[in-house]
C-alpha cells in the first residue's frame, strides 16, 4: 500500500486502486480501449468498456463529431450530385 498525504490526511492506496487511474487516464487521453484491455491483462474487451466505459462520458459526442467530420457538408453534396463515385478494389478501379 502507498500513503499520501493531502490536505485531509492520509489516504490509502492499494495497487489495484494504481491499476484502475491508470486505465482511467489511459482512455480520458484517447487510448484505444483495445489497448488499456491487453495493458491490463483483461482477457475480453467487454470486461474494460463495462468498467470503464462511464470514466469517459463524452464518447459518444467525440464519436458523432469524428463522423461529421467524415460526412460530406451541403456545398459538396450538392457538387457531386449526378457524379458516380470512384470505386476501387484491388485490382483497380470499377
Known sequence: MISITGTRGHAT???HDLRHIHATMLL??????RVVQERLG????ATTLNI?????PGLQKATAEH???LLPKRGE???NVGKQPQV???GGRI
Do not use: F, M, N
Open 52 to 56: 470503464y466505459s462511464h470514466t469517459v
Open 88 to 90: 476501387s478494389y484491388r
Open 28 to 33: 480520458k487521453a484517447g487510448v484505444h480501449p
Open 13 to 15: 492506496l492499494r495497487v
Open 42 to 45: 483483461q482477457s475480453s474487451i
Open 77 to 79: 453534396q450538392e457538387k
Open 67 to 69: 463522423l461529421d467530420a
